[in-house]
């Protein structure tokens, strides 16, 4: 008869004192069935959910889709509870220090392949007890390409509305000085590490008035070029 779950140490390395991993496993069947192992602690110390090779401090297993998350509230009438994640910060009382980089990654692709950066949020709906699902409200692709409000942006940011009033884009500054808020067009040749000079019959920046034609697609109405 085999245990409905295990908790055990494996053994890795014979040389010396040797070195262990801690295996958790259970059986999610009602027959008589060797328990599968769920999560390992390795000598390392690092944790795998689904991998028996965690190859960072917590490491998922990479076959199949994977979701990290907190389950809905179960107390009445309570609001869904915040979710944060936070880099290190330095030490206290020592001058000058940085905090640790907050950096997010999509997978590592192959040859044409490629992969993106999802953010969902869930919009308010009509008053009543029914799901408002979140949705995808801001989309990168793996070119670089920004969307909000769309997950297909045409540039490197592309900003769509399908809402009567949702269309508009505010830029605000309020402080004591007389600055204002500036939207500069920069142009230079070569590259963004190495300009170089531009040339007299070079666009310093175009803003576009484009509607929609039909089967034309968008149609210049004005321009102001720079």
């Known amino acids: 008869t085999n245990p409905p779950a295990i908790i055990a140490g494996i053994n890795t390395n014979n040389a010396g004192y040797t070195i262990d991993d801690l295996i958790f496993a259970t059986r999610n069947v009602t027959t008589d069935t060797a328990p599968s192992e769920r999560m390992r602690i390795t000598g390392a110390g690092n944790v ?16 199949a889709a994977r979701i990290f998350g907190m ?12 979710f944060t994640i936070s880099s290190g910060g330095a030490i206290a009382g020592t001058a000058d220090l ?12 192959t040859g044409t392949g490629s992969s993106a950066i999802h953010f969902y949020t869930a919009t308010a709906g009509l008053t009543g007890t029914a799901d408002n699902a979140p949705t995808e409200k801001v989309t990168i692709l793996n070119n670089g390409n920004v969307g909000i409000g769309t ?13 009567v009033n949702l269309g508009q884009t505010y830029l605000t500054q309020a402080n004591a000085s007389a600055d204002s808020f500036d939207v500069n067009f920069r142009k230079a040749r070569g590259t963004g590490a190495s300009p170089t000079v531009i040339t007299t019959a070079d666009e310093l920046g175009v803003i576009n008035f484009t509607g929609y034609g ?13």
């Open 214 to 226: 039909g089967a034309a697609g968008y149609i210049t109405g004005a321009a102001i070029k720079g």
């Open 151 to 163: 997950t297909t942006p045409a540039g490197l940011l592309h900003v769509s509305s399908d809402t």
């Open 48 to 63: 795998g959910i689904g991998t028996t090779s965690p190859g960072s401090i917590l490491a998922l297993g990479g076959t």
């Open 98 to 109: 940085a905090g640790g980089d907050l950096t997010l990654k999509s997978g590592t692709s």
């Open 71 to 82: 389950d809905r509230n179960t107390t009445a009438a309570t609001a869904g509870q915040g």
